[in-house]
């Protein structure tokens, strides 16, 4: 049963079409990933699924109720892409006044236990107003697990944390998953996607352009892979000469003793290995290198 | 929809401008109160009952709008403008949202009117209801105002500039719609709630009818809306 589905979900600002027609599917238990540049409509996307904004047209269920989004509000955690806070309260007032606005008043062991899930204890009582920046969006991620939820929509959760705390919330989420949580996040860091996110979607434009798994997404956009067959250091001249002959098919390149070949498709390594071999010469090491998340995101 | 109203009553009360307008409206009542106590006959048609709340009455009709303005017309736009409206959008329906703003204002005035009736009540030894219930119905014109305002204004320095003129304006060109025959400004007084203090028992109420139109006009403005 998928907990989060759209149908042709779209947005119009004024004319301009800043979401055209997405129909998605995510599972219970995913750790969906959606990528995109600037502007490509991630944020309006996921502001549609959690209320923030109304599609122009389409449809959305959430967690299998399709009669009114108001009625499953409890069960979703949302951080949504930019926020400021009530700068006159402090982050455990926050987080009290959200879970009764939710209708689901907290104990203060729980907000503890939140606040030190996101890093924030010891600053429970400042006033926000005196927040930095990665400090608000720790409160923004604490107030959308307060009520913990089924479902989460983090839109940015790791951007401007530092290292050790986006690591951290990284972690986080991975244990939310672990605990039977539906996590959808947006996000820059595409090494942070690759990580931990189950599934992917790249958006572009307003369009999803291609999702799948991290495995699915390199075998469609592996046009090439580059071969590194590690030779002996003592690799003579001629026989560098003979591997170009041998070899004369692909494109070659060496890297002192490091031959690197590019190409078209696995099946082709175990050939050239073979080739080399019967020339005498000795292969210490055979790697494949496989396209990034970073590379297939470049190419889009 | 409670957690939102104490809220919204709770922080009303925080800063300057609700010190001010409690001490001005507090002042007014023992000023009247004095008046009672110094007039016990009735003088031009005004009894000493009226003369007791009159301070009171006179302060709200003359700046009601403007204190409710002064407060609230930036209830619903601030929490835009401030995206912290985000974050109850997601966490409860957009009808309780308002609802419960709308609740806490007119728990914070019920509160505020209330001290200066209890005040008059205790010195002038009368009960006053009929008076509380006249301020509460002006006012419940002039909060519902404030938030049709606060939700067709998009920026609060605007709807601050905006709520300004309207709350000097309204009285007014209500006075002069009261005395004039001219077709053009007569159907003011129909709109405002100044005439119908005038007026007996159902008919005093029509202002209500003004305050739910604006709520539900509020409420159908704030649902459309992308924050
Ligand atoms: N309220 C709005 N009114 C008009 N246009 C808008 C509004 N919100 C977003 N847009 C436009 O919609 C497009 C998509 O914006 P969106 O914020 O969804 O992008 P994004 O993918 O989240 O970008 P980023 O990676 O920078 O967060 C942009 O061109 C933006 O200018
Ligand atoms: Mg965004």
Redesign the pocket.
Known sequence: MPVIETEKLS?S??R?E??SSISLKVEKGEIFGFL????????????MLTGI?LPTSGRMLLLNNNNDIDQIKHRVGVLP?YSTFYDHLSAKDHLKYFCKVSGKPAATSKIEEVLRAVGLIGHEKKKVGKFSFGMKKKLGIAQALIHDPELLFL??PTSGVDAESAIHIQRLILELQKNGKTIFM?S?NLDEVERICTRIAI?KE?HIHSTGTMKELKKKYQTRSRVQIKLSSHIKKEQKENIKNLLFSYSIEWKDSMLLVDVMAEEEIPTIVHALSKEGIDIFAVHVHEPSLQEIFLRQ | MWAICFRECKDLFKGFKPVLIISILLGMAMVSTRLGAAFPDEIEGVTQKEMYTSGLTLTITLFGILFVFALSHSVVNKEIESKTIRFLVTKTSRNRILLGKFMGTVLFWLIIIGTCFTFITLTSRMFHLTNYIEIMIFLLYSISAAFLLSNTVPKSSQSMFIGLILALAIPGLSLWAYFSERWYIMWLKYVTPYYYTELAFPLQGVPLLFAALFIVLSLYLFKRR?F
């Open positions: 947005k600002f004024s301009n800043v979401v995109g540049r600037n502007g490509a409509g991630k944020t309006t996307f996921v502001n904004t892409d839109d940015e947006t820059h958006m307003g | 992308d």
